[in-house]
């Protein structure tokens, strides 16, 4: 029917005859056809009827129905192929491009031909239609078209910025004709034509403007949406290759390459927009590899950013602050503004951050105004947060005499403070200074420096009278041997009767001390006689406390309590109760008292002998004495008080009733048995 070709002919062999074939009927609700004559019916079953459809599509170069009743993969190609040619030969190249993109093609043979035309938005569009036709696991073959397609989008880009360039030239050449036209005033016809030509440049220039940001817009969308398929360094490459800026700082950001912006922007030698990278993507080792440059060219900016970053280790941006060259004309350092920062606001506590920050404290002060550094070394000296010697080296190389005298003092040279405070003659701050010593005596020498050098200077009378009262420690005798002997002694006549008077009333306190002393120790020495006299009346039934055996049979102690004991069972109790070291020297004590006595026996001995001493000086007398000696301190430390109603029975409280070590092997009825 839709070319009147015969497209199938079967003969039908009737039963009878003669007989004829009668028509051909349509059942509408089964979708089948019959065909009868008088004595039979044939049922008319079609297969596959459309299957050369396409064919006759293709042929009448209806491509859209052709492919719409194509069966398989063979026939698409062969619809699709012939399309492709059929728009290359109507030279509506995008189309075909899309078409030979579907197809099976070699891709060399269609690339060849698209370059023989010479138009890259033709390949790219046959290059974009490729792509979408590749598998996910093609990585190379999608890479190599991407980067091609990365290439043909800077290509297009540059060649329309170069036409805008082009128009924009030409069009200010019209404009200077225009002007020269005019001043010649040349003919109206010819003017009013120059100026309809020239009215035409902007509308052009934007149509291209438009026709960029397009192509652009899809550049930046193919290399994100194909991000894992771009080489980065191709890429790189390309747009560097191109001079394409945007487009490198497009993908640099799209990667996280921040540090390369960075570079790139060092490199172009703007700091600024190298610094906004920093600060919103810079890590610490970034900031610690472009600060010592950035300190340089933009110091107040890259302050400001770093006073933002709190994962800054402070001490390894000394370097960058090292080399910023700072000047009394430049404003406020930087440098120091940042590492007060760290300091008051972050409290930084490395010291090598702290002894920077006086360096710079002290480069930056004059010698008329030290107040910040004389601040900072008043607030963080206490706790030795910097180094004193070499805050004190910094201040004597550059002339800081106030915070050299603080620094003195704060290492406790006290001496060497007053004196430099002199030598510079402040005066008030030799005072200060001379007031800070614990040690009275130091103080009062201090102050008389101060005293003896105003008199050197020829300073008034009164003006040193008025130290002497503000010192409230040297008096009027203090000072007088500084003066000439034929100095006048009228302005400070007043002060020496006001010191004879007080020297006359601390005579009269030391009588009074002296004559409570005299009677003080005559009362000691009348109780000393009587305590020698004191006794106790003790039984001839006594017995010692600790082994209830007859006192009288060994040598004993009596106590003012009545408490009586014998002298070894009274060792034995305090030994058992005290503690190592006085375990230890009494057990010292006894071996001492037995050594003597050995001695002692050894040398009534030796007349019998014929003998001489050989050791010189052990006489009798001196080892009586020792005995004495020895036997006084064993007394101290054994009888020093009553081990029943002392401090030593108050401290046996804790201890239990029965010694479980002396009680095993003895049932608890036979412990407590009576």
């Known amino acids: 029917m839709l070319n009147n070709k015969l497209a199938f002919?079967?003969?039908?062999?009737?039963?009878?005859?003669?007989?004829?074939?009668?028509?051909?009927?349509?059942?509408?609700?089964?979708?089948?056809?019959?065909?009868?004559?008088?004595?039979?019916?044939?049922?008319?079953?079609?297969?596959?009827?459309?299957?050369?459809?396409?064919?006759?599509?293709?042929?009448?170069?209806?491509?859209?129905?052709?492919?719409?009743?194509?069966?398989?993969?063979?026939?698409?190609?062969?619809?699709?192929?012939?399309?492709?040619?059929?728009?290359?030969?109507?030279?509506?190249?995008?189309?075909?491009?899309?078409?030979?993109?579907?197809?099976?093609?070699?891709?060399?043979?269609?690339?060849?031909?698209?370059?023989?035309?010479?138009?890259?938005?033709?390949?790219?569009?046959?290059?974009?239609?490729?792509?979408?036709?590749?598998?996910?696991?093609?990585?190379?073959?999608?890479?190599?078209?991407?980067?091609?397609?990365?290439?043909?989008y800077l290509s297009i880009i540059g060649d329309i910025d170069a036409k805008i360039t082009s128009i924009g030239a030409t069009a200010a050449s019209s404009a200077t004709q225009i002007s020269a036209m005019d001043n010649a005033e040349a003919a109206s016809s010819s003017s009013s034509g120059a100026r309809s030509s020239s009215e035409g440049v902007p509308s052009?220039?934007?149509?291209?403007?438009?026709?960029?940001?397009?192509?652009?817009?899809e550049l930046y969308a193919l290399v994100e949406e194909r991000k894992s398929a771009v080489d980065p360094d191709t890429a790189y490459q390309l747009a560097e290759s191109h001079g394409r800026r945007d487009f490198w700082l497009f993908y640099a950001s799209l990667r996280g390459d921040y540090e390369r912006i960075v570079e790139y922007w060092m490199?172009?030698?703007?700091?600024?927009?190298?610094?906004?990278?920093?600060?919103?993507?810079?890590?610490?080792?970034?900031?610690?590899?472009?600060?010592?440059?950035?300190?340089?060219?933009?110091?107040?900016a890259l302050v400001d950013i770093l006073m933002r970053q709190p994962n800054l280790t402070p001490n390894k941006l000394i370097p960058a602050?090292?080399?910023?060259?700072?000047?009394?004309?430049?404003?406020?350092?930087?440098?120091?503004?940042?590492?007060?920062?760290?300091?008051?606001?972050?409290?930084?506590?490395?010291?090598?951050?702290?002894?920077?920050?006086?360096?710079?404290?002290?480069?930056?002060?004059?010698?008329?105004?030290?107040?910040?550094?004389?601040?900072?070394?008043?607030?963080?000296?206490?706790?030795?947060?910097?180094?004193?010697?070499?805050?004190?080296?910094?201040?004597?190389?550059?002339?800081?005499?106030?915070?050299?005298?603080?620094?003195?003092?704060?290492?406790?040279?006290y001496e060497d403070a007053v004196e430099l405070a002199i030598k510079?003659?402040?005066?008030?701050?030799?005072?200060?200074?001379?007031?800070?010593?614990?040690?009275?005596?130091?103080?009062?020498?201090?102050?008389l420096k101060i005293a003896q050098h105003m008199i050197q200077s020829k300073e008034p009378a009164s003006e040193v009278m008025e130290l002497v009262r503000r010192s409230h420690r040297l008096g009027v005798e203090d000072i007088l041997p500084f003066f000439p002997d034929f100095?006048?002694?009228?302005?400070?006549?007043?002060?020496?009767?006001?010191?004879?008077?007080?020297?006359?009333?601390?005579?009269?306190?030391?009588?009074?001390?002296?004559?409570?002393?005299?009677?003080t120790a005559e009362a000691m020495q009348r109780d000393m006689s009587s305590l020698k006299n004191r006794f106790a009346i003790l039984s001839t039934e006594e017995t010692c406390q600790a082994?209830?055996?007859?006192?009288?049979?060994?040598?004993?102690?009596?106590?003012?309590?009545?408490?009586?004991?014998?002298?070894?069972?009274?060792t034995h109790r305090v030994v058992g109760s005290c503690n190592r070291v006085q375990r230890r020297r009494i057990q010292e004590l006894q071996a001492q008292l037995v050594e003597i006595a050995k001695q002692r026996r050894q040398l009534r001995l030796t007349p019998l002998m014929n003998k001489k001493s050989e050791k010189p000086g052990d006489s009798d007398e001196q080892l009586e004495q020792q005995q004495r000696r020895a036997k006084q301190q064993l007394d101290s430390l054994v009888a020093g008080e009553c081990v029943l109603c002392g401090e030593a029975m108050i401290k046996s409280i804790a201890e239990p009733f029965i010694d479980m070590d002396q009680a095993i092997g003895v049932g608890a009825d036979d412990a407590w048995s009576i």
């Open 267 to 300: 490199e172009k030698e703007e700091h600024v927009r190298a610094i906004e990278v920093l600060g919103h993507y810079g890590t610490p080792d970034m900031f610690y590899k472009y600060s010592p440059a950035l300190m340089g060219a933009e110091p107040v």
């Open 321 to 413: 602050f090292m080399r910023y060259g700072h000047d009394a004309f430049s404003g406020v350092n930087q440098s120091i503004r940042y590492l007060r920062f760290c300091i008051q606001k972050q409290l930084c506590r490395d010291p090598v951050v702290y002894n920077y920050y006086l360096t710079l404290l002290v480069k930056d002060s004059t010698s008329n105004d030290e107040s910040e550094l004389m601040s900072f070394l008043t607030t963080y000296g206490k706790d030795m947060l910097y180094d004193p010697d070499y805050a004190l080296r910094m201040c004597k190389r550059y002339g800081r005499i106030q915070s050299c005298v603080h620094l003195y003092s704060l290492l406790k040279l």
């Open 204 to 217: 052009a220039t934007a149509a291209y403007k438009q026709e960029r940001a397009e192509m652009q817009k």
């Open 424 to 447: 510079q003659g402040d005066i008030e701050l030799a005072q200060i200074h001379a007031e800070r010593p614990d040690d009275d005596k130091l103080c009062k020498r201090l102050w």
């Open 547 to 570: 082994c209830s055996q007859p006192l009288w049979m060994r040598q004993f102690y009596v106590f003012p309590c009545q408490h009586s004991f014998h002298s070894d069972c009274l």
């Open 487 to 519: 100095t006048r002694v009228d302005d400070f006549k007043d002060d020496i009767c006001v010191a004879l008077e007080d020297y006359e009333m601390q005579i009269q306190d030391l009588r009074g001390e002296m004559d409570e002393a005299t009677r």
């Open 9 to 152: 002919e079967q003969a039908i062999a009737p039963g009878n005859s003669g007989e004829l074939l009668q028509g051909l009927t349509v059942d509408e609700s089964k979708r089948t056809c019959w065909l009868h004559s008088p004595s039979k019916i044939y049922e008319l079953v079609v297969t596959d009827e459309d299957r050369d459809v396409w064919s006759i599509y293709l042929a009448r170069h209806q491509f859209d129905a052709a492919l719409e009743r194509c069966y398989n993969d063979i026939q698409r190609d062969t619809v699709l192929r012939a399309q492709a040619e059929h728009l290359f030969a109507a030279k509506d190249y995008a189309h075909s491009a899309e078409c030979f993109a579907r197809t099976s093609v070699g891709f060399e043979e269609v690339v060849l031909r698209f370059m023989d035309i010479k138009d890259n938005r033709v390949l790219r569009t046959y290059l974009l239609s490729k792509l979408s036709t590749l598998r996910k696991n093609d990585l190379t073959q999608i890479t190599l078209l991407v980067m091609w397609l990365i290439e043909l």
